[in-house]
């Protein structure tokens, strides 16, 4: 018998700070954060007026993912991550077992374009100087254009 097991994360929220970039002892880079993301549901107020919650959820990056978020995304960014729910557990210096769950980051990816994510924050125009990918014209496919719609199935 064959169990399924599955830990997929995907998170699209804000950033509540700027991400610090470090590095671990062996020099890999890992940044955490925290981002903010509201819930779908509504809850009503007492005057009945309706108003979001939100949940603040701890992330870790490590290697080029982190370096990623910590170059190009800063406090009230918007970011959508990718990844999986990992829990750790440790004693702290009084002896006190701790837990954390935060979420392991995968991907990031830019959820606003550079203009808008410039208008809230006190950013330089050019903030992003973001990488731009393209493949060449050779490798770019030939499509044969259809002139009428006679031929379709639907």
């Known amino acids: 018998m064959s169990s399924l097991n599955l830990n997929k994360v995907i998170l699209c929220g804000r950033l509540t700070a700027d991400p610090e970039l470090k590095q671990t002892t062996s020099g890999i880079a890992v940044v955490s954060f925290s981002l903010a993301v509201n819930r779908r549901y509504q809850t009503k107020s007492a005057d009945g007026a ?12 490590w290697r080029q993912t982190a370096e990623f978020i910590s170059r190009y995304f800063h406090k009230g960014s918007a970011l959508c991550i990718t990844g999986s729910i990992q829990t750790r557990t440790w004693q702290d210096q009084q002896g006190q077992k701790r837990y954390a769950t935060e979420v392991v980051a995968d991907e ?14 006190n950013y330089a125009p050019d903030t992003y100087n973001a990488p ?17 719609d006679d ?3 639907f």
Do not use: C, H, R, W
């Not at 990031?108 to 924050?121: H, T």
């Open 50 to 61: 309706q108003s979001q919650q939100t949940d603040f959820i701890n992330v870790v990056a």
């Open 151 to 153: 031929d379709l199935p």
């Open 108 to 121: 990031a990816m830019f959820v606003d374009s550079k203009n808008e994510s410039n208008m809230g924050g």
């Open 132 to 148: 731009s990918y393209s493949s060449a014209p050779a490798a770019t496919p030939k499509f044969e254009e259809l002139k009428t």
